[in-house]
């Protein structure tokens, strides 16, 4: 055991981030199927729109694992910058895309709502998941905010998107499963959320497709 542990210290940062998303990867996987299977018991509609999306980061994070370890067998510095702009800017588009169609979800959910009932503990186990999830995003980001290889920033980045949607989806559970109806109107605080989350998605995505010049302005240096 220590004779990994001393392994593991050896690895070069970006080594150690690619192997503890291996692990997060996987975890976010099992969640999103967790959700889909409860959308169906439940039944609930938000249950697996957000089982989709989860799942949908979870492989864009799977692929980005992919091409990391691509780079690692490839010497060539240039064919490196190339795999690692390719999947920002992939990345990029995908946040794009998954954003816009979020935020037509919630016009959705704004004028039909949600009715997104569960038992007690389930709704304790929803908010547990998405305040861990949006912790070790914002964790990510502040830690390795220096490290500007395009990859890593792409993870970062839909690891934000996916702990938003998260904290999104417990605001729902817990305003549908406690909130007095004759008190909040439940359906236009969802919705108006949830159209903001959706674009703040579309801005990450943007904010990538733009900034890959920045990135490789970075890279010449």
Same mark, same amino acid.
Not at 133 to 143: L, N, R
Not at 182 to 192: C, D, H, M, P, Q
């Given at each position: 055991?220590?004779?990994?542990?001393?392994?593991?210290?050896?690895?070069?940062?970006?080594?150690?981030?690619?192997?503890?998303?291996?692990?997060?990867?996987?975890?976010?996987?099992?969640? #999103?199927?967790?959700?889909?299977? !409860?959308?169906?018991?439940?039944?609930?509609?938000?249950?697996?729109?957000? #089982?989709? +999306?989860?799942?949908?980061? &979870?492989?864009?994070? +799977?692929? &980005?694992?992919?091409d990391y370890k691509k780079t690692k067998l490839i010497e060539d510095k240039e064919e490196i910058q190339k795999i690692g702009y390719k999947n920002y800017l992939t990345n990029g588009i995908l946040l794009v895309v998954l954003g816009i169609m979020y935020f037509f979800v919630n016009v959705y959910i704004y004028y039909k709502g949600t009715n997104t009932t569960i038992y007690?503990? !389930?709704?304790y186990l929803v908010a547990l998941v998405a305040f861990w999830?949006?912790?070790?995003?914002?964790?990510?980001?502040?830690?390795y905010k220096r490290n500007h290889m395009p990859i890593l920033k792409a993870?970062?980045?839909?690891n934000f998107a996916n702990a938003l949607t998260s904290i999104m989806l417990t605001q729902i559970v817990l305003l549908d499963t406690y909130a007095d109806?004759?008190?909040?109107?439940?359906?236009?605080?969802?919705?108006?959320t949830g159209m903001g989350?959706?674009?703040?998605?579309v801005i990450l995505g943007l904010y990538m497709i733009i900034g890959i010049n920045k990135i490789r302005k970075i890279d010449e240096l």
């Open positions: 055991m220590n004779k990994l542990i001393q392994q593991f210290k050896k690895l070069k940062k970006e080594d150690r981030i690619m192997f503890f998303l291996i692990f997060t990867t996987i975890g976010n996987i099992f969640m #999103a199927i967790v959700k889909f299977v !409860l959308s169906l018991t439940l039944p609930s509609l938000w249950f697996f729109i957000n #089982a989709i +999306f989860m799942m949908v980061l &979870s492989f864009a994070r +799977f692929f &980005s694992i992919r007690e503990y !389930l709704t999830s949006i912790g070790s995003a914002i964790y990510g980001v502040v830690k993870v970062k980045l839909t109806t004759k008190v909040y109107n439940s359906n236009l605080i969802n919705g108006l989350i959706g674009i703040i998605i």
